[in-house]
């Protein structure tokens, strides 16, 4: 188990490291001089050059990459072309809606699918199985800010349920807090919970033709007891890796949601310094998003051994 | 003592009515159609997309480009049949065109992303000293969520149909890679394959006679997922503003546009919306079909 784990995390080092090289790779080759925009429109080319070497940008394209990553292990991510603010403290002052919505969104869509997809495989066949599949093959058709809108048109324009835009701390009280989140959360984790149902149907279909399970029917174990006690463990497995692949639908997802229901979080960042071409903040998020990819599926991979102890890489 | 038997003494079983019925009488296209349902919707409205992107000059009934601030933002009519946007131009006869900026982006993406994709897979699969380094990158490519990739791509470049293009090939081919190298390795211990290399077949001609046909089905399958995730990635970017240049009438940039009426208008975000659903749906209904036929084993259960 600890050989497994410490093999995993090591495997991932030159992951990022790749990432990390991708990322940095985007400024390089970015248009636009920064010693020229620095210098300004009155410089010689003598300036420039100067301006060059005291910003580092004549050195070696490794050197400088090292140097960079070194910087950012210790949290500088750089400073905005925008803003002249640090990255790093413009990405901590935007995280909570960002991640208040990706943890709501976490627990509803998989609350829902889950059950959705144990049922399914259990009435294999049956009107409820073929509802629960349309349902799915919708969920990833329709892209999440179509149905942001739709949800916000119906539950927020017409009904006035849910306010139509906008972030309320959870400091402020749970209640607002839900009531501001429950539609870009459920704009967002359709397409999750279309993946995370169907695997779950499959893998469980599956599970219910094995020995074991008409072992546990024959001596007597109740219908609940076999689908989320005997079945669910055991098709755990390939639920929790399309729960790890699937975060990168719920990273590209929120960058739109945000901006659907005007959240002021990452996503919104993101556009922003897309819109502003600020290299720096693209990098910085780029990097942040990436990185949160990796290391959830890295716990995935570390939970495969917790749902079944046989695996040993 | 005689045993003989008589004629009497037996009595005709019944004829039993048949237990099984008869087969029904099906045609070859009945049969397909009965067999393979998805195939044939999703093949139906995708056809019907691509008819309405070549003929959407002679469907549209305005100029899609045109501009007329005295009729902005009508209500859809029997003149306007979506309604105009806030620049006075034609909603119905812009959604059409958008059909060709959307078809065009995800079958090129499909495309490009699966010969990249294939290419490098079967070097991969088949140089062992490639193969780490191979997918090394791809692995760390695929680590950054597609969207994002896509999105730090076209920061870098001019808006154009090409550039996303580009971008979001780049963003989807390492994992049509990763598939064919996991075909190729499989493929490899094949005894059909094995015999080839011993009666020193050359390399090039083993892919191109056995091993290329046998990852096809996968491949088709899998770039038809890539073409309807495209057309979701490429209406996304547009409508984040880092897509196709505002000029296009693209989906994506129509619902950009009318991002800031919608509550009032909502029209002009719904129409384009409810196109690029049906087309991504019916191009997902054409690969959910297309895999259950290629792959009977997987057939009766995803």
């Known amino acids: ?313 | 003592m005689s045993t003989t038997v008589q004629a009497g003494d037996f009595t005709a079983a019944p004829t039993l009515p048949d237990v099984l019925p008869t087969p029904k009488e099906r045609g070859k296209i009945g049969g397909f159609i009965y067999r393979h349902p998805t195939i044939v919707v999703g093949g139906t409205l995708v056809t019907l997309m691509i008819l309405i992107a070549i003929f959407a000059p002679f469907l549209g009934t305005k100029d899609p480009t045109s501009l007329a601030p005295a009729r902005r933002t009508r209500e859809p009519s029997a003149l306007y049949w979506f309604g105009t946007d806030m620049l006075g131009r034609d909603v119905y006869s812009r959604v059409l065109y958008g059909a060709r900026v959307s078809l065009l982006v995800g079958f090129s993406v499909a495309t490009c992303a699966g010969i990249i994709g294939t290419t490098l897979g079967l070097i991969a699969g088949f140089t062992r000293a490639f193969d780490a380094v191979v997918m090394r990158v791809m692995d760390g490519l695929m680590s950054i969520p597609p969207i994002l990739l896509a999105i730090a791509l076209m920061a870098l470049t001019r808006a154009s149909v090409k550039n996303v293009i580009i971008a979001i090939s780049v963003a989807e081919f390492p994992r049509v890679c990763r598939l064919v190298r996991g075909v190729v390795l499989s493929l490899r211990e094949q005894p059909y394959v094995e015999a080839a290399i011993a009666s020193g077949t050359r390399v090039p001609v083993i892919i191109w006679k056995h091993i290329l046909p046998n990852t096809l089905a996968p491949l088709m399958v899998q770039a038809t997922f890539i073409c309807a995730s495209a057309m979701i990635t490429e209406a996304t970017l547009s409508f984040i503003g880092a897509g196709t240049p505002p000029i296009v009438p693209s989906w994506g940039n129509i619902m950009a546009e009318g991002r800031a009426l919608w509550q009032v208008k909502p029209y002009i975000v719904f129409f384009p919306a409810i196109f690029l659903s049906i087309t991504v749906l019916s191009v997902n209904l054409l690969g959910d079909g297309l895999r259950d036929a290629l792959d009977p084993r997987l057939a009766k259960r995803l």
Not at chain 1, 46 to 70: K, N, Q, T, Y
Not at chain 1, 94 to 113: N, W
Not at chain 1, 211 to 222: C, F, I, M, P
Not at chain 1, 296 to 308: A, I, K, Q, S, W
């Open chain 1, 1 to 313: 188990m600890l050989a497994y784990a410490i093999r995993r995390i090591v495997a991932t080092i030159p992951v990022v490291l790749i990432v990390a090289l991708f990322v940095f790779s985007l400024l390089y080759i970015a248009p636009g001089d920064p010693a020229a925009i620095i210098a300004g429109d009155q410089a010689t080319p003598a300036d420039v050059e100067r301006i060059r070497a005291s910003l580092g940008l004549d050195r070696p394209f490794l050197v400088r990459f090292f140097d960079w990553l070194w910087s950012v292990v210790r949290g500088d991510l750089g400073t905005s072309i925008f803003t002249n603010l640090p990255v790093s403290h413009m990405i901590q002052q935007r995280i909570e809606p960002t991640l208040s919505l990706m943890v709501l969104t976490l627990t509803l869509s998989l609350s829902c699918a889950i059950p959705m997809g144990v049922i399914a495989a259990w009435k294999h066949g049956t009107w409820i199985d073929r509802a629960v599949m349309m349902t799915a093959v919708f969920g990833f058709s329709t892209p999440v800010f179509v149905i942001g809108y739709l949800l916000a048109y119906v539950f927020a324009l017409r009904l006035d349920w849910f306010p139509v835009q906008g972030f309320t701390s959870i400091s402020q009280g749970l209640f607002p807090f839900l009531r501001n989140l429950i539609l870009p959360a459920v704009a967002l984790g359709l397409v999750y919970m279309a993946l995370i149902a169907r695997i779950t149907r499959a893998t469980m279909l599956d599970v219910l033709s094995q020995d074991y399970v008409r072992t546990a029917k024959a001596k007597g174990v109740g219908q609940r007891g076999i689908l989320f006690i005997h079945s669910l463990k055991n098709a755990a497995v390939p639920i929790v890796t399309i729960v790890g692949i699937g975060f990168a639908a719920l990273i590209g997802g929120a960058v739109v949601t945000e901006s659907v229901f005007a959240i002021p979080g990452l996503g919104r960042l993101t556009v922003d310094a897309i819109l502003r071409r600020d290299y720096p903040v693209i990098q910085g998020v780029v990097l942040l998003f990436s990185c949160v990819y990796v290391l959830v599926n890295l716990g995935v991979d570390l939970l495969y051994t917790v749902f079944d102890p046989r695996i040993r890489y």
